[in-house]
């Protein structure tokens, strides 16, 4: 399979890159920063330097040709509000569009646990910019005509992956805790499995093996 990785510098990128480059997959993984090529090259991936956040949707589309999947896992971090609005909404929306502009089909977006509007913190509070922008996105891609698969993992940790994890629908259900590993683990099975396609799935580190929960 040919996987495009939007954020291809961040944890969880890396992380995959290695997995789907250790499977036989062609990985290409999108930086801003031409310095993260070699960290990237290193996890088994091919770099192309591309900032999304200030590229049209042609030229993203242009970098979509041929690949059979695409993988959002960018972000703008926090911070600034309008780069919040400008990457993790708006970049990702026209990166949804090209994809479907360059006949891609399956995307696989890494977004964050019950990301609905249900739980949307005041307008005032500092994470409403990422949570707002992610559910638009979110929104956005579940409109498309596109082969759709949303992760809402828990709080990220760098702690080694299990293999395992649990759903995670509702708050106050346990420690929401969850390995970056285990979240590229769920991202390289996820591709290829149907059952997630058209599928919003929010979880944590558990005691399911991944590829048991996706099919159930």
């Avoid at 944890?11 to 930086?31: F, P, Q, S, Y």
């Avoid at 609005?85 to 708006?90: L, Q």
């Amino acid at each position: 399979m040919n996987v495009i990785v939007i954020g291809g510098h961040g944890k969880i990128a890396l992380l995959l890159a290695r997995e789907l480059a250790g499977r036989g997959d062609a990985v290409t993984a999108v930086v801003r920063n031409p310095e993260h090529v070699p960290d990237v090259e290193a996890a088994g991936a091919r770099a192309l330097v591309l900032d999304v956040e200030n590229s049209s949707m042609e030229e993203i589309q242009e970098a979509l040709a041929g690949q059979d999947a695409v993988v959002w896992s960018a972000g703008a971090g926090g911070g600034d509000p309008d780069r919040t609005y400008a990457v993790d909404r708006d970049a990702a929306i026209r990166t949804i569009n090209a994809a479907s502009a360059a006949g891609v089909g399956r995307f696989l977006t890494v977004s964050f646990a019950r990301a609905d509007t249900k739980y949307l913190v005041p307008l005032d509070d500092p994470f409403y910019p990422y949570m707002a922008a992610k559910i638009a996105a979110d929104e956005h891609l579940r409109r498309s005509t596109l082969e759709w698969t949303i992760l809402g993992p828990g709080l990220l940790t760098d702690d080694p992956a299990s293999g395992k994890v649990r759903p995670l629908d509702e708050p106050g259900e346990g420690s929401e805790e969850t390995s970056r590993g285990n979240v590229a683990a769920v991202i390289a099975e996820a591709l290829a499995a149907r059952e997630t396609f058209g599928k919003t799935l929010n979880f944590a580190d558990g005691d399911s093996p991944i590829l048991d929960w996706l099919r159930a």
